[in-house]
């Protein structure tokens, strides 16, 4: 299969940081299942998914977490759907934990002997190679770096079939997990949140051009 280098392109400089969706419009079903399936099928460091997408459709659980994100309060209201991303915390995160087991075993379904040698690489990754068993911060700031490779890939996705999007990190972290917690029933010792995403259809045209540094301040080859 071959896509058009020149509709990739397009839909990157189509894309832009959406600050207020038509809230007459809804994406179709079928459409916003292609979004979270690529979500779904995104890469992670060892592969081991550590996130949940929670699809917040409930406008007064909406409203609730309105108020504590100043980086969504016109987008929350009118978005169609709205996904807040959960990572997981650092226990589960730790080459010796259930949950990486469960992974490689029940989900990559490697025999034992590669579940032995993966386990062994793990520890060495994050106890030596990239030094994150130090603090419960440092490695659950690692998975949370992994959240951030779906939501590219949704936004890319969405952009590609003309829908819009705009990422929130503009929360009170703390005040959105107890909403979280009281009205969704997540639970805080296993979950923390990474982010919020709006998509929708935008109410109007982005308000200035597209703006990047030009190619050479941003790359350089090592030939």
């Not at 659980?61 to 309105?66: H, T, Y």
């Not at 991303?85 to 469960?102: E, G, I, N």
């Not at 994150?132 to 079939?161: C, H, V």
Request: proline share 4%; charged share 25%.
């Amino acid at each position: 299969m071959t896509i058009s280098k020149q509709d990739i392109l397009d839909a990157y400089q189509f894309r832009h940081a959406c600050k207020e969706f038509d809230a007459e419009r809804n994406i179709a079903g079928a459409d916003f299942d292609f979004i979270l399936e690529l979500a779904r099928l995104s890469p992670s460091s060892f592969g081991l998914e550590p996130w949940q997408f929670l699809v917040m459709q409930n406008p007064d659980l909406r409203e609730k977490l309105r108020q504590f994100t100043w980086g969504g309060q016109k987008q929350l209201p009118t978005a169609s759907h709205v996904i807040l991303t959960l990572v997981r915390k650092s226990h589960f995160m730790r080459y010796d934990s259930a949950y990486l087991q469960h992974i490689m075993r029940d989900v990559q379904q490697f025999p034992e002997d590669i579940v032995s040698l993966r386990s062994g690489l793990i520890e060495k990754f994050q106890r030596s190679d990239f030094d994150l068993l130090g603090s419960e911060r440092t490695l659950i700031d690692w998975a949370t770096r992994q959240t951030y490779l779906p939501l590219a890939n949704m936004m890319t996705a969405a952009a590609m079939i003309g829908i819009d999007s705009c990422p929130i990190e503009g929360f009170e972290r703390v005040e959105v997990e107890r909403l979280l917690a009281e009205h969704a029933d997540v639970n805080l010792e296993h979950w923390s949140a990474a982010y919020m995403v709006a998509f929708g259809y935008r109410k109007n045209p982005p308000a200035r051009p597209k703006t990047r540094q030009e190619r050479d301040a941003v790359v350089r080859w090592l030939d």
